[in-house]
Protein backbone atom coordinates (compact mmCIF):
# COMPACT_ATOMS: atom_id res chain seq x y z
CA UNK A 1 0.00 0.00 0.00
CA UNK A 2 1.50 3.80 -0.88
CA UNK A 3 -0.17 6.52 0.11
CA UNK A 4 0.52 10.01 -1.91
CA UNK A 5 0.21 13.48 -0.94
CA UNK A 6 0.48 16.33 -3.82
CA UNK A 7 1.14 19.50 -2.33
CA UNK A 8 2.88 22.97 -4.04
CA UNK A 9 -0.54 24.18 -6.00
CA UNK A 10 -2.38 27.05 -6.05
CA UNK A 11 -2.76 30.39 -8.20
CA UNK A 12 -0.61 32.36 -10.90
CA UNK A 13 -0.45 34.40 -13.73
CA UNK A 14 0.31 33.29 -16.63
CA UNK A 15 3.80 32.81 -17.54
CA UNK A 16 4.44 32.02 -14.25
CA UNK A 17 5.68 28.94 -12.04
CA UNK A 18 4.68 26.23 -9.73
CA UNK A 19 6.51 23.10 -8.03
CA UNK A 20 4.56 20.48 -7.22
CA UNK A 21 5.38 17.40 -4.98
CA UNK A 22 4.21 14.47 -4.08
CA UNK A 23 5.16 12.84 -1.09
CA UNK A 24 4.92 8.59 -0.90
CA UNK A 25 4.70 6.74 2.45
CA UNK A 26 4.07 3.74 3.40
CA UNK A 27 5.90 1.83 1.10
CA UNK A 28 6.52 -1.25 3.19
CA UNK A 29 7.56 -4.82 0.79
CA UNK A 30 8.51 -2.43 -1.90
CA UNK A 31 10.90 0.77 -2.06
CA UNK A 32 9.91 4.00 -3.38
CA UNK A 33 12.54 3.75 -5.87
CA UNK A 34 10.56 0.54 -7.25
CA UNK A 35 7.44 2.56 -8.41
CA UNK A 36 7.49 4.24 -11.74
CA UNK A 37 5.48 8.02 -10.86
CA UNK A 38 2.94 9.94 -13.42
CA UNK A 39 1.27 13.08 -12.92
CA UNK A 40 -1.98 13.79 -14.44
CA UNK A 41 -4.60 16.30 -14.34
CA UNK A 42 -8.45 16.78 -14.60
CA UNK A 43 -10.36 20.14 -15.71
CA UNK A 44 -13.54 20.92 -14.87
CA UNK A 45 -15.74 18.84 -17.26
CA UNK A 46 -12.72 17.10 -18.76
CA UNK A 47 -11.34 13.85 -18.62
CA UNK A 48 -7.96 13.06 -16.60
CA UNK A 49 -5.43 13.08 -18.94
CA UNK A 50 -1.84 12.03 -18.58
CA UNK A 51 1.34 15.14 -17.97
CA UNK A 52 4.34 13.79 -17.69
CA UNK A 53 5.85 10.17 -16.18
CA UNK A 54 9.01 8.94 -15.11
CA UNK A 55 10.53 5.80 -14.51
CA UNK A 56 11.87 4.02 -11.74
CA UNK A 57 15.43 5.21 -11.95
CA UNK A 58 15.02 8.65 -13.10
CA UNK A 59 16.79 8.44 -16.15
CA UNK A 60 13.52 8.37 -18.11
CA UNK A 61 10.71 10.61 -18.31
CA UNK A 62 7.93 11.12 -21.20
CA UNK A 63 5.46 14.23 -21.45
CA UNK A 64 1.95 14.94 -23.08
CA UNK A 65 2.80 17.38 -26.15
CA UNK A 66 0.91 19.92 -24.43
CA UNK A 67 3.37 20.79 -21.69
CA UNK A 68 6.80 19.11 -23.01
CA UNK A 69 9.68 21.89 -22.92
CA UNK A 70 7.56 23.43 -20.11
CA UNK A 71 7.31 21.08 -17.37
CA UNK A 72 9.48 18.92 -15.96
CA UNK A 73 9.16 16.19 -13.43
CA UNK A 74 11.64 14.88 -11.61
CA UNK A 75 12.58 12.51 -8.45
CA UNK A 76 14.65 12.11 -5.20
CA UNK A 77 14.20 8.42 -4.17
CA UNK A 78 15.75 9.56 -0.55
CA UNK A 79 13.05 11.51 -0.18
CA UNK A 80 10.49 9.09 -1.45
CA UNK A 81 9.00 12.41 -3.41
CA UNK A 82 8.81 13.00 -7.22
CA UNK A 83 8.26 16.31 -8.65
CA UNK A 84 6.82 18.95 -11.20
CA UNK A 85 7.89 21.87 -12.15
CA UNK A 86 5.75 23.88 -14.20
CA UNK A 87 7.03 26.80 -16.07
CA UNK A 88 5.19 29.13 -18.96
CA UNK A 89 2.13 28.24 -17.34
CA UNK A 90 -1.01 28.84 -19.48
CA UNK A 91 -4.83 29.42 -18.28
CA UNK A 92 -5.32 26.20 -20.07
CA UNK A 93 -3.26 24.49 -17.24
CA UNK A 94 -5.78 25.24 -14.74
CA UNK A 95 -6.86 21.79 -13.41
CA UNK A 96 -6.32 19.65 -10.37
CA UNK A 97 -3.05 17.79 -10.48
CA UNK A 98 -2.99 13.90 -9.44
CA UNK A 99 0.27 11.94 -8.37
CA UNK A 100 0.30 8.50 -9.45
CA UNK A 101 2.19 5.09 -8.45
CA UNK A 102 2.57 1.52 -10.38
CA UNK A 103 5.09 -1.07 -8.61
CA UNK A 104 6.83 -1.39 -12.11
CA UNK A 105 9.67 -0.08 -13.45
CA UNK A 106 8.48 1.31 -16.81
CA UNK A 107 6.72 4.57 -17.56
CA UNK A 108 3.27 4.39 -18.56
CA UNK A 109 0.54 7.19 -19.41
CA UNK A 110 -2.46 5.78 -19.09
CA UNK A 111 -4.18 6.44 -15.66
CA UNK A 112 -5.51 2.58 -15.45
CA UNK A 113 -1.84 1.17 -15.15
CA UNK A 114 -1.46 3.24 -12.16
CA UNK A 115 -2.71 1.74 -8.46
CA UNK A 116 -1.91 4.63 -6.34
CA UNK A 117 -3.41 7.89 -6.54
CA UNK A 118 -3.10 11.15 -4.58
CA UNK A 119 -5.97 13.39 -3.11
CA UNK A 120 -5.12 15.92 -5.73
CA UNK A 121 -4.03 19.47 -5.99
CA UNK A 122 -5.00 22.44 -7.54
CA UNK A 123 -3.52 24.37 -9.95
CA UNK A 124 -5.21 27.48 -11.57
CA UNK A 125 -3.82 30.13 -14.14
CA UNK A 126 -5.01 33.47 -14.66
CA UNK A 127 -4.93 35.78 -17.61
Known amino acids: QVQLVESGGGLVQAGGSLRLSCAAS???????????MGWFRQAPGKEREFVAAIRWTGSSTYYADSVKSRFTISRDNAKNTVYLQMHSLKPEDTAVYYC?????????????????WGQGTQVTVSS
Open 26 to 36: AVSGRTFSRYS
Open 100 to 116: AARPALGIATIADEYDY
